[in-house]
């Protein structure tokens, strides 16, 4: 039974750091050929992709997090982590991770493509 456990969310106030951490376990094929990818999702708003890193271990952010938030992987571990600094109010929600064998670049942003998906950790952030 494949298993996503993301932690490392919590209270913080603007400008403070948090890492968020997203293990995996139970996969009948190498963590390395999985794309894992950070989403978030605020009250009344949809799940949005925040960072991904590809089995490549190319890169991705979406705009109001780049330079801000650094995505990266080891695979020794099985763990993708999300560095998060000079953290907004609106970055508060629930991060998710979710992990999708050998993704395509196109197909990174669209929560439908992924395999497997965390349970979620709170993020909240007081101004």
């Known amino acids: 039974q494949v298993r996503l456990v993301d932690s490392g969310g919590g209270l913080v106030q603007a400008g403070d750091s948090l890492r968020l951490s997203c293990t995996v376990s139970g996969l009948s094929i190498s963590f390395s050929r999985y794309t894992v990818g950070w989403f978030r999702q605020a009250p009344g708003k949809e799940r949005d992709l925040v960072a991904a890193?590809?089995?490549?271990?190319?890169?991705m952010y979406t705009d109001s997090v780049r330079g801000r938030f650094a995505i990266s992987r080891d695979n020794a571990k099985n763990t993708v982590y999300l560095q998060m600094n000079s953290l907004k109010s609106e970055d508060a929600a629930v991060y998710f991770c979710?992990?999708?064998?050998?993704?395509?670049?196109?197909?990174?942003?669209?929560?439908?493509?992924?395999?497997?998906w965390g349970q979620g950790t709170q993020v909240t952030v007081s101004s």
């Open positions: 979710a992990a999708g064998y050998h993704m395509l670049p196109a197909r990174v942003r669209d929560p439908n493509e992924y395999d497997y």
């Open positions: 890193i590809l089995y490549s271990s190319t890169t």
